[in-house]
C-alpha cells in the first residue's frame, strides 16, 4: 500500500467509487437531508435550483410522514377490529377464564341486585366479608322490608380463615314491645358483629342504605309481588300509590324516615344504637316509654360436629343448627339414607319472611346471614316515626327453624381443602341441608374435579329442596357463588 494513500474507512461502506465525486459532494453528503426544513439555507451556491430541491425533499419527507401515518392508523384499526370480533372467545391475559359465579378475590349473592352491587363496592373499597354482607344487610332492610328490616331478628355465622374459628351471631331471645309487635333487633346485632370483625369504617356501610331510603330505590320483581299479595292498608303511603293500588316493579319508593334512623345510626359514637336511633320512636309511636329492656345480641363460639370428612359449623340454639346437626349426624351415619329422602321433621315447616344472603373470599372467610320477620311484612304495621315494619315474633314462638346456616371445613390435610357455606329460607331449609351434605361425601379427588369444572353440587334437582338456597365455596383460591333456583339470587365479584 502507498504511504502517501489516504486512509481508508471501514466504518462507512459506501456503494460508488469516492474518487468520483468531488470533495464538495462528499461534504454535502455528510449533511442531514433536510437541515433545518422551516427555513431558508443561505449557503453559497444555494441557487434557485438548490432552493427547489430543498422544497422537493421536504415534499418528500411530508409525504413520507403521512404515509407512516396512515399505516399506523390502519395498522391500529385493523388489531381493534380483531379484538372486538374476538371479545367473546379470546381468554382473559391470566391464561383462564371463568364461568359466572367465580372470582378471583371476594362475592357475594343476595336476593336484590341493588344489595349484591352494594355489597361489591364495599369489597373493592377494601372491607372484607363482614362489611360486605353487613353493608348487604342493611341495603335489603330497605329494599326488601316483606322479608327483613330493622325490626327483624338476626342470625349469622362467621368464618375467620386466617384463625380458623367460626363464631355465631344471635340477636338474643325474642322481646315484644306489646303481643304480637316483636322488638326491633337488627341494628344492635349488626353493629357488634361489625365492631368485632369489620375492617371499613361503620357510616361507610350505612351511606349506601342511607341513600336508597332517601332519594328513592326501584320496587323490583319480588317486592312488587309481595306486596300484591299484601292488604297494603298498613303499608301506605311509602309503598302504595294514592289510591292505596301497590306500586309496581320499576315503580320508585322512598322511605324518608328510615333514612334518616340510618343517618343516626351512623353518627352515633357507639354500639348502643337501638335506644337512640330506632327503639324510642318506635314504642313511641305505640304511645309507650321506652322499654328499659333492651335486645341483647351476643357472639359466641359456632356450633361443630366433626365428621369423616371434615366439620360441620352451624349456629347454636334456639336457632335450628342443633337440630340440623342431629339430622345430619343420623344421615352421613346411615349407610341406607338415599339422598332423595326428606325427614318428615320439618316438611311443614315454612316462613315467608325471612331474607339471606352470602359473603366470601377466595381465602375461605365467608359470612352467611339470615334474618326473619316471622311473615310477609312481619306483623304489617309500619311505625311511621322510623319507617320500620314490626315483627311478629314473640317470645313463645316455636324454635328458629328458618335460622340454620352451615359451614362445612373439609379435612385440612389437604393444601386446597375446600370450604362450603349454606343458608336457605323457605320450606324444609333443613331438609334441603341436609340432602346437599349427603352429595359432598364423595371422595376429595371427585370433589377437586368437581371444581376444576366450575359447578356446584346445588345445580342438581333435588325433590327435597323447596325453598331458595345460596351457596358459597373457596377453592384454589377462587370464591364461588351459585344458588338453586339459579336465577333467584343476583351475585356480585372481583
Same mark, same amino acid.
Given at each position: 500500500?502507498?504511504?502517501?494513500?489516504?486512509?481508508?474507512?471501514?466504518?462507512?461502506?459506501?456503494?460508488?467509487?469516492?474518487?468520483?465525486?468531488?470533495?464538495?459532494?462528499?461534504?454535502?453528503?455528510?449533511?442531514?437531508?433536510?437541515?433545518?426544513?422551516?427555513?431558508?439555507?443561505?449557503?453559497?451556491?444555494?441557487?434557485?435550483?438548490?432552493?427547489?430541491?430543498?422544497?422537493?425533499?421536504?415534499?418528500?419527507?411530508?409525504?413520507?410522514?403521512?404515509?407512516?401515518?396512515?399505516?399506523?392508523?390502519?395498522?391500529?384499526?385493523?388489531?381493534?377490529?380483531?379484538?372486538?370480533?374476538?371479545?367473546?372467545?379470546?381468554?382473559?391475559?391470566?391464561?383462564?377464564?371463568?364461568?359466572?359465579?367465580?372470582?378471583?378475590?371476594?362475592?357475594?349473592?343476595?336476593?336484590?341486585?341493588?344489595?349484591?352491587?352494594?355489597?361489591?363496592?364495599?369489597?373493592?373499597?377494601?372491607?372484607?366479608?363482614?362489611?360486605?354482607?353487613?353493608?348487604?344487610?342493611?341495603?335489603?332492610?330497605?329494599?326488601?322490608?316483606?322479608?327483613?328490616?330493622?325490626?327483624?331478628?338476626?342470625?349469622?355465622?362467621?368464618?375467620?380463615?386466617?384463625?380458623?374459628?367460626?363464631?355465631?351471631?344471635?340477636?338474643?331471645?325474642?322481646?315484644?314491645?306489646?303481643?304480637?309487635?316483636?322488638?326491633?333487633?337488627?341494628?344492635?346485632?349488626?353493629?357488634?358483629?361489625?365492631?368485632?370483625?369489620?375492617?371499613?369504617?361503620?357510616?361507610?356501610?350505612?351511606?349506601?342504605?342511607?341513600?336508597?331510603?332517601?332519594?328513592?330505590?326501584?320496587?323490583?320483581?319480588?317486592?312488587?309481588?309481595? #306486596? &300484591? +299479595?299484601? @292488604?297494603?292498608? !298498613?303499608?301506605?303511603? $311509602?309503598?302504595?300509590?294514592?289510591?292505596? %293500588?301497590?306500586? /309496581?316493579? =320499576?315503580?320508585?319508593?322512598?322511605?324518608?324516615?328510615?333514612?334518616?334512623?340510618?343517618?343516626?345510626?351512623?353518627?352515633?359514637?357507639?354500639?348502643?344504637?337501638?335506644?337512640?336511633?330506632?327503639?324510642?320512636?318506635?314504642?313511641?309511636?305505640?304511645?309507650?316509654?321506652?322499654?328499659?329492656?333492651?335486645?341483647?345480641?351476643?357472639?359466641?363460639?359456632?356450633?361443630?360436629?366433626?365428621?369423616?370428612?371434615?366439620?360441620?359449623?352451624?349456629?347454636?340454639?334456639?336457632?335450628?343448627?342443633?337440630?340440623?346437626?342431629?339430622?345430619?349426624?343420623?344421615?352421613?351415619?346411615?349407610?341406607?339414607?338415599?339422598?332423595?329422602?326428606?325427614?318428615?321433621?320439618?316438611?311443614?315447616?315454612?316462613?315467608?319472611?325471612?331474607?339471606? #344472603? &352470602? +359473603?366470601? @373470599?377466595?381465602? !375461605?372467610?365467608?359470612? $352467611?346471614?339470615?334474618?326473619?320477620?316471622? %311473615?310477609?311484612? /312481619?306483623? =304489617?304495621?309500619?311505625?311511621?316515626?322510623?319507617?320500620?315494619?314490626?315483627?311478629?315474633?314473640?317470645?313463645?314462638?316455636?324454635?328458629?327453624?328458618?335460622?340454620?346456616?352451615?359451614?362445612?371445613?373439609?379435612?385440612?390435610?389437604?393444601?386446597?381443602?375446600?370450604?362450603?357455606?349454606?343458608?336457605?329460607?323457605?320450606?324444609?331449609?333443613?331438609?334441603?341441608?341436609?340432602?346437599?351434605?349427603?352429595?359432598?361425601?364423595?371422595?376429595?379427588?371427585?370433589?377437586?374435579?368437581?371444581?376444576?369444572?366450575?359447578?356446584?353440587?346445588?345445580?342438581?334437582?333435588?325433590?327435597?329442596?323447596?325453598?331458595?338456597?345460596?351457596?358459597?365455596?373457596?377453592?384454589?383460591?377462587?370464591?364461588?357463588?351459585?344458588?338453586?333456583?339459579?336465577?333467584?339470587?343476583?351475585?356480585?365479584?372481583?
Amino acid at each position: 500500500m502507498d504511504p502517501e494513500a489516504e486512509p481508508v474507512h471501514y466504518q462507512k461502506l459506501l456503494l460508488w467509487d469516492p474518487g468520483l465525486e468531488s470533495e464538495e459532494e462528499e461534504e454535502e453528503t455528510s449533511e442531514p437531508l433536510v437541515p433545518h426544513p422551516w427555513r431558508l439555507q443561505n449557503a453559497p451556491g444555494n441557487k434557485f435550483g438548490g432552493l427547489m430541491g430543498a422544497w422537493a425533499r421536504i415534499a418528500a419527507a411530508l409525504l413520507l410522514l403521512t404515509i407512516g401515518f396512515f399505516l399506523a392508523l390502519r395498522h391500529v384499526w385493523t388489531t381493534g377490529s380483531q379484538v372486538r370480533s374476538s371479545v367473546s372467545v379470546v381468554p382473559p391475559p391470566t391464561g383462564h377464564s371463568h364461568l359466572p359465579g367465580v372470582y378471583h378475590h371476594g362475592a357475594i349473592i343476595s336476593p336484590a341486585a341493588t344489595c349484591s352491587s352494594l355489597g361489591r363496592e364495599l369489597f373493592v373499597d377494601g372491607g372484607n366479608v363482614v362489611d360486605a354482607g353487613v353493608g348487604a344487610a342493611l341495603c335489603l332492610s330497605v329494599v326488601h322490608p316483606h322479608t327483613t328490616g330493622l325490626g327483624a331478628m338476626f342470625w349469622g355465622l362467621f368464618h375467620n380463615s386466617s384463625s380458623g374459628n367460626s363464631t355465631a351471631l344471635t340477636s338474643g331471645p325474642t322481646q315484644t314491645l306489646v303481643p304480637g309487635l316483636g322488638m326491633p333487633a337488627a341494628l344492635p346485632a349488626l353493629r357488634l358483629l361489625h365492631a368485632r370483625f369489620g375492617h371499613l369504617p361503620w357510616p361507610r356501610l350505612l351511606g349506601g342504605p342511607t341513600t336508597l331510603a332517601k332519594e328513592g330505590f326501584l320496587v323490583d320483581e319480588t317486592l312488587a309481588r309481595a #306486596l &300484591a +299479595a299484601q @292488604d297494603t292498608k !298498613g303499608l301506605c303511603p $311509602l309503598f302504595c300509590h294514592a289510591d292505596g %293500588s301497590p306500586l /309496581g316493579p =320499576g315503580e320508585q319508593a322512598t322511605n324518608p324516615s328510615l333514612a334518616a334512623v340510618l343517618h343516626r345510626a351512623a353518627r352515633a359514637p357507639n354500639p348502643d344504637l337501638t335506644k337512640d336511633a330506632l327503639l324510642s320512636l318506635m314504642a313511641g309511636d305505640l304511645g309507650l316509654e321506652t322499654p328499659s329492656a333492651e335486645p341483647l345480641p351476643t357472639l359466641e363460639p359456632a356450633l361443630q360436629l366433626p365428621v369423616p370428612q371434615g366439620l360441620l359449623v352451624t349456629t347454636p340454639g334456639p336457632s335450628a343448627g342443633p337440630e340440623l346437626l342431629a339430622l345430619l349426624e343420623a344421615a352421613l351415619h346411615s349407610a341406607g339414607t338415599s339422598s332423595d329422602s326428606c325427614p318428615p321433621l320439618l316438611q311443614a315447616t315454612e316462613t315467608s319472611g325471612s331474607s339471606i #344472603l &352470602a +359473603a366470601i @373470599d377466595s381465602s !375461605g372467610s365467608m359470612l $352467611l346471614l339470615t334474618s326473619s320477620l316471622n %311473615s310477609s311484612f /312481619g306483623s =304489617g304495621h309500619l311505625s311511621p316515626s322510623s319507617g320500620v315494619l314490626f315483627s311478629n315474633l314473640e317470645a313463645t314462638s316455636a324454635a328458629s327453624a328458618w335460622a340454620c346456616p352451615l359451614i362445612f371445613l373439609r379435612r385440612s390435610d389437604d393444601t386446597e381443602a375446600d370450604v362450603l357455606g349454606l343458608v336457605a329460607s323457605g320450606a324444609a331449609t333443613v331438609t334441603t341441608m341436609t340432602a346437599l351434605l349427603k352429595h359432598l361425601a364423595v371422595p376429595q379427588t371427585q370433589a377437586h374435579h368437581h371444581h376444576e369444572n366450575q359447578r356446584g353440587p346445588t345445580e342438581n334437582p333435588n325433590t327435597c329442596i323447596q325453598g331458595t338456597l345460596l351457596q358459597v365455596t373457596a377453592h384454589a383460591e377462587h370464591a364461588h357463588v351459585t344458588s338453586v333456583p339459579h336465577d333467584c339470587c343476583p351475585f356480585q365479584g372481583f
